[in-house]
């Protein structure tokens, strides 16, 4: 299980990484989805089967191909990759990455020089998950509903092609 | 079953938040930076389930599943708004959107 672990986190930095070194939309794309797998390999291994099977069919299944369509729809392809490569200079992502690479350093100098703790992993099963979402957290489950009526909502309104109708006189 | 040290965890999601946090920073494509925050959705919600599983409360699952419909009604919002940006001016260079910026008296008027 540990080794299981090592090898799906390593996947899923490396994909990662990959994701926000690409040129072209769907090659970072199909890169978060390989993360995406890994991730839920990751939570599999941590005994969180439920978690780990809503991130195949929400995360890779469901807004990835989201973001596909709309990558589809606007057509981007070899021309926003030539652009990319044209805005993704040295001098523009130097900067903030060593500046992050350092604090990720800290955080990573201070988790490391940390009192160690070891966690037993046992499988924590749907059910108790279930029992507690729709018993202590089910005032935060109605918020939710509310937020994703607000988001079907807000996209069907923003989403929405209207041609415009100026008054005659207002048209050139 | 497996045991783990909690700041390896901890650690490679701080590793999946830093990669994402680079992408928002260094990207100027809207499309990119959306794929980036979904990449510090996701490694904040690996830093949720491991302390869940650490204690074996459901509690960090419950917070990733909030997470997860959040993820989703934002990126439903946000597509639509970056297929209206398309629409509108043809590009999605974040440079480019600067509407409520005041410009210069040499802007056209009209439009």
């Known amino acids: 299980m540990e080794l299981l672990f090592y090898i799906s986190s390593a996947i899923a930095i490396l994909a990662t990484f990959m994701v926000i070194t690409r040129y072209h939309p769907i090659h970072a794309l199909l890169y978060l989805v390989v993360s995406f797998l890994a991730a839920a390999m990751v939570f599999l291994s941590l005994g969180s089967p439920f978690v780990a099977v809503l991130e195949v069919i929400v995360y890779a299944g469901a807004i990835m191909v989201l973001f596909i369509f709309v990558v589809m729809m606007l057509n981007l392809g070899k021309d926003t990759a030539l652009q990319e490569k044209k805005w993704l200079q040295l001098k523009v992502w130097a900067g903030p990455s060593v500046l992050a690479l350092v604090l990720l350093a800290e955080v990573i100098a201070v988790l490391w020089g940390g009192n160690d703790l070891t966690m037993q992993v046992s499988v924590v099963v749907p059910r108790k998950v279930a029992l507690s979402l729709y018993g202590e957290y089910i005032v935060a489950v109605e918020l939710t509903g509310f937020l994703l009526m607000a988001g079907i909502v807000g996209a069907a309104h923003i989403g929405k092609h209207t041609k415009r109708n100026l008054h005659r006189f207002l048209q050139k | 079953m497996a045991s783990f040290n909690v700041n390896t965890v901890l650690i490679v999601a ?52 909030l997470i997860l419909a959040m993820a989703a009604a934002e990126v439903s919002v946000a597509l639509a708004l970056v297929l209206q940006i398309y629409h509108q001016h043809k590009t999605l260079d974040v440079e480019q959107l600067k509407e409520l910026k005041d410009e210069p008296a040499t802007a056209e008027s009209g439009d």
Do not use: Y
């Open chain 2, 14 to 65: 701080s590793i999946l938040f830093t990669l994402g946090m680079v992408g928002v920073l260094t990207r100027k494509n809207i499309i990119f930076m959306l794929l980036s925050v979904e990449i510090m959705l996701n490694a904040s919600g690996l830093a949720f389930v491991a302390a869940g599983s650490k204690w074996h409360q459901p509690d960090g699952q419950v917070m990733f599943l």
